[in-house]
């Protein structure tokens, strides 16, 4: 679903590649944490998966696609594939709980109908069923982070990023978000987790990619993690 052969990202001559000769392939149905110290290189990736970068030298293949080839009027077409969940939720501050859904799925063109029927059932997976009205400011941490990735899935992406979804949590309301990580990975999602948070990490026993100084130091199923930092 995923394949890096060969990537290294230089941003600055001057400094050391923020990815440096990574070969990685993660399958259709996997998922995995992408771990490291902060400046390690998990953003990068994550922003090459999406083509917001472009690898310097080797090749990201996206969905059997190499990210390179794709014409930049295509591209949307590539994130469309590509659900992303961020630390700090991005909500839309004015729509409420079904609007923030909703709007992910009129900005493709998508009809009423198909709206009407699918915002709930994502809202339900979730389990925000019956706040449907609430504003984001109504809501804890915990909840709009079900919101941002209720509206992540809503048009059935193959492939999930969450980019430290559970870094503005506490350990209690994080191991729920994990939940619906972990369920959305069971309907056939590949997920894709950067963090730090080493007591989600060894809690879940997932594939551990770690990354240090923007190479693949460890690469384990099942694994687990010490955070130095
Ligand atoms: P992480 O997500 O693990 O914190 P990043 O991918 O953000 O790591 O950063 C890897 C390295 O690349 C760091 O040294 C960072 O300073 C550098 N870097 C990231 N983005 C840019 C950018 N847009 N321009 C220049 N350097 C960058
Ligand atoms: P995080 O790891 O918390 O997601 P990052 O440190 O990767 O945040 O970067 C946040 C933003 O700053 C990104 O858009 C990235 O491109 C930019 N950035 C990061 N490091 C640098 C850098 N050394 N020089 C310029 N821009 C950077």
Known sequence: MIRFENVTKVYDQKSRPALDG?????????????VGPSGSGKS?????VLREEQATTGEVHVAGKNVARIPSWRVPKLRRGIGV???????LPNKDVFGNVAFAMQ??????????ETVPEVIK???LEGKERRM????????QQRVAIARAIVNKPGILLADEPTGNLDPATSVGIMNVLDKINQNGTTVLMA?????IVNSMRRRVVELAEGRIVRDETGGEYTAMI
């Open 107 to 116: 900005v493709i063109g998508q009809g009423r109908h198909v709206i009407r």
């Open 85 to 91: 969940v961020f630390q700090d939720f991005r909500l």
């Open 44 to 48: 990068t990736f994550l922003r090459l």
């Open 195 to 199: 963090t730090h948070d080493d007591d």
């Open 22 to 34: 990574v070969d990685l392939e993660i399958d259709r149905g996997d998922f995995a944490f992408l």
């Open 125 to 127: 997976l979730v389990g």
């Open 136 to 143: 984001p400011h109504e809501l804890s941490g915990g909840e």
